[in-house]
């Protein structure tokens, strides 16, 4: 070290040895993230659960009144326990590093914010995707018993679109949640606006549209649930997805990229 | 000074200190619910949704020519409080645990059961203070209706009031409950939704199906055996089915929660 | 090395860092010393990114943090041990940090070896940590990517005297290995023992920089003495009988002059001394009066 160098000159930091955080190990510290912890784990351990006792419980009921029932009934009744907590997964993957202040450490180690956003958002829908293969695993599990278990023969009516379309609707509702904790940032907010999204806001749209004749037609447009009906039963059609799209985008793509661009200028504390 | 041994002549002098009023507890519980952002945004955002719905519902009803009375107004507004009320009961209790003040509030007030009585009686005001002004904006929109579109209509009876009151109280007190009971506001959001939302569609669909189910719903489905308190209506039976389902939903996730609560290490 | 220049951070009207330039050199530790709310936390937290500066601008190494490629290799950073998530184990804390990193496993346990915290301990949840050992850990963070700069906000805050000290040979040797630095700190006699350098804040402005003896060369007040004998009264009398101001102290007395003009005069009365040294708060004083604008007390 020479002594007589000038400060600044002497002293630079040498990054040619040191390559960028690749992003693939991001998504893969992202993904610890969210069951390290032990709100996290039960969050998981949760859904699983909440998804086997729904099946459990439809079988055990259509087996015991000898109802009729296919392998994609027992599918979309794993709807509800995912389609309820998968959100809140996608909620607290942004907002706990924030109601925590472990944003401070994750953006001193990797200042490219939007690269760790880009990652949490991977592990939402790497999340949503392995949920839905477990359904489909405990789906067939219960169609199967279902066929031993009652007089009836198992229907295994399982489409492509089937699949795609509920694969599609469980992605979108992490993502959703994910969008409105982007959004504001706080996990009781984020979690009452999603709740009320998904549980109160269709009941008055549908009441403002048996009421007004105007608000009917626009329904389909900003009504993202509704929107999403289709793709329960795979019978979506072109003016569907435009539907779709549409209040997809006011409900999904503008409150993702408001909260992004907030948390991009924030001042981390 | 005397000579005599620490712990006999320097016992606390505690004669002249008067415990905690509780009155005082309350009104400093009353003070945490709305010195913080998010708990002024909560209430503030209770208070916005109730001039919203009812001037909505205003605007539907004049520009549709659809009758409507006062009661119709404040029954608007009630729906739209009772979804975050309960927040309000959630966010009462877990405040105190997700931001560890709980340390801070039971070394003054060791007495924990009294601090729970006190955030209570606190959800209690605020529920009150919120049905207040439902009534005094439907009163507004009433008159806007009936200079607007004929003459208003007044009826809004006493039983319809009672009623009124008792059930958003209980849907805050289900949420306190709730929070009690989980101590993390996240999962006592989650929950209560489910059991608010979800629930009823789950024990209908399930009493279709099942007979002995039918016969069981009504002892255990809190939502619709608050149904005939709108209009105080209760007969014998659904007086046994309220407090029945009342004591599964509300008395059980209380006490143990605050069973808990009193044990608990507070961290 | 760390260099600032004309940072200046405004919230609203207030502002928090007003025009502030130093430089941080590499082998020397640099003190960042200043009262509460002097400004200190923001400086550090404009130079990790954390806080978008109003103007000026902090490079390290010669470029801003958030050019850095992978910067928990080159720079350690230490805002707030408590900034972490409560449920997870102090264990798994650094697993996230090496993982980010880049690390293998076995550099967790180096640290953990390195900063004290037992097997046992690295598997608490950090809820259940003191502060001591959530400082600790955070000190650790800070080490795993092995980086040549450090910048730590008050770390030794909620250490015990071991702690202290055992911090203070890390730091030293670390800079003699040729590391940079930082530390902040209201406490003047953590950063006096540590820091090679010294820059004073005050009300956001720097107030004084330099070494120790720089800064006390132009401090007000340094010539005074504490000094312990026998003979308290005959030592006083012998004192004041020379002209110099004293004053009782404690169990001794304070004497306006120099430790060697004290003990000439002990010598001469053959008094005998149990203790005799410079009162040391040439350094506090010039710390009090620098920033006494800036203090929540008004210094008597």
């Known amino acids: 070290m020479s002594a007589t160098a000038a400060p600044g000159l002497g002293h630079a930091l040498d990054l040619s040895s040191t390559s960028p955080t690749p992003f693939s190990r991001l998504v893969r510290v992202e993904l610890r993230k969210t069951w390290d912890t032990r709100a996290g784990l039960w969050l998981l351990i949760s859904t699983a659960v909440l998804t086997a006792a729904v099946m459990v419980i439809q079988l055990s009921v259509v087996v015991a009144q000898d109802l009729d029932v296919s392998y994609n009934d027992f599918l979309t009744s794993t709807n509800f326990s995912m389609a309820l907590l998968l959100p809140v997964l996608g909620i607290l993957l942004l907002t706990s590093e924030w109601s925590q202040r472990t944003a401070m450490v994750t953006f001193s180690l990797e200042p490219r914010r939007p690269l760790i956003i880009a990652a949490k958002f991977l592990v939402g829908i790497g999340l949503a995707v392995a949920a839905v293969v477990i359904a489909l695993v405990l789906a067939t599990i219960c169609n199967a018993l279902y066929g031993l278990l009652s007089g009836h023969e198992a229907v295994w009516d399982l489409g492509l679109g089937n699949v795609g379309g509920f694969v599609l609707l469980q992605v979108i509702g992490m993502l959703t949640g994910f969008a409105f904790a982007a959004l504001l940032l706080n996990s009781p907010a984020a979690i009452v606006l999603y709740m009320v999204y998904s549980f109160v806001l269709p009941g008055l749209f549908g009441l403002g549209a048996a009421l007004i004749g105007w608000f009917d037609t626009i329904r389909p447009w900003i009504d993202f649930n509704y929107a999403q009906g289709p793709l329960v039963d795979a019978t979506m059609t072109g003016e569907d997805w435009v539907h779709f799209a549409v209040s997809g985008f006011i409900w999904l793509v503008v409150p993702l990229a408001i909260g992004v661009a907030r948390v991009l200028r924030a001042e981390v504390k | ?267 | 090395m760390i260099q600032v220049e004309g940072l200046t951070r405004k919230y609203g009207t207030f502002t928090a860092v007003d025009n502030v330039s130093f430089v941080c050199q590499p082998g020397r530790v640099t003190g960042f010393l200043g009262p509460n709310g002097a400004g200190k936390t923001t400086t550090m937290r404009v130079m990790v990114g954390l806080t978008p500066p109003t103007s000026g601008r902090v490079t390290i190494g010669g470029h801003l943090y958030q050019d850095i490629p992978n910067p928990g290799r080159h720079v350690g950073v230490l805002l707030d041990a408590s900034a972490q998530h409560a449920g997870r184990t102090g264990r798994e804390i650094l697993e996230l940090g090496a993982r980010t990193m880049g690390l293998s496993s076995s550099r967790i346990d180096e640290m953990l070896d390195l900063v004290s915290l037992s097997r046992a301990e690295s598997k608490r949840r950090l809820r259940n940590y003191s502060l001591g050992m959530k400082q600790r850990l955070g000190i650790a963070h800070a080490l795993l990517g092995d980086p040549s700069v450090l910048i730590l906000d008050e770390p030794a805050n909620g250490l015990d005297p071991a702690g202290i000290r055992w911090m203070r040979g890390l730091l030293k040797g670390y800079a003699e290995r040729g590391g940079t630095v930082l530390l902040s700190s209201h406490l003047l006699h953590e950063v006096e023992i540590i820091a090679d350098e010294m820059i004073l804040i005050g009300h956001g402005r720097i107030v004084a920089q330099g070494d120790k003896k720089s800064l006390l060369a132009g401090a007000a007040g340094s010539g005074s003495t504490f000094v312990t004998a026998l003979d308290n009264r005959q030592l006083s009398d012998a004192l004041a009988a020379k002209g110099f101001v004293v004053a009782s102290a404690g169990d001794g007395l304070r004497v306006e002059t120099e430790p060697v003009e004290v003990g000439r005069t002990a010598a001469e009365h053959s008094i005998v001394l149990t203790d005799l040294r410079a009162a040391d708060g040439g350094l506090e004083d010039l710390f009090l009066e620098l920033t006494s604008d800036t203090q929540r007390e008004v210094v008597a």
Not at chain 2, 73 to 84: D, E, K
């Open chain 2, 1 to 267: 000074m005397s000579t005599t041994a620490p712990g006999l002549g320097h016992a606390l002098d505690l004669s002249s200190t008067q415990p905690t009023p509780f009155l005082r507890l309350v009104r400093v519980e009353l003070r945490k619910s709305y010195d913080t952002r998010a708990g002024f945004w909560l209430l503030a955002v209770i208070g916005f949704l109730v001039l919203l719905t009812e001037g909505i519902v205003l605007a539907v009803v004049v520009t549709q020519d659809q009758a409507m009375t006062y009661g119709d107004f404040v029954a608007a507004a009630a729906f739209v409080t009772s979804i975050l009320l309960p927040v309000l009961g959630i966010m009462l209790v877990t405040a105190e645990w997700g931001q560890r003040t709980a340390m801070v509030t039971f070394a003054l007030e060791p007495r924990r059961p009294l601090v729970f009585l006190a955030k209570a009686t606190v959800g209690i005001i605020l529920t009150f203070a919120t049905i207040a002004m439902a009534l005094v904006v439907g009163l507004v929109c009433n008159l806007l209706y009936g200079a607007l579109q004929g003459p208003a209509d007044w009826e809004f009876g006493w039983a319809g009031f009672f009623g009124f009151l008792i059930t958003q109280t209980f849907a805050m007190l289900g949420g306190f409950a709730l929070a009690t009971l989980f101590l993390n506001t996240a999962a006592a959001i989650v929950v209560f939704f489910v059991y608010r939302w979800v629930l009823p569609g789950l024990i209908a669909l399930g009493a279709a199906l099942m007979d002995w189910f039918g016969t069981l719903a009504p002892w255990i489905d809190f939502q619709s055996a608050q149904g005939p308190l709108y209009d105080m209506s209760l007969d014998g039976g659904e007086w046994g089915h309220l407090i029945v389902s009342g004591f599964i939903w509300l008395v059980l996730p209380l006490a143990i929660g605050i069973w808990r609560v009193l044990r608990a290490e507070v961290k």
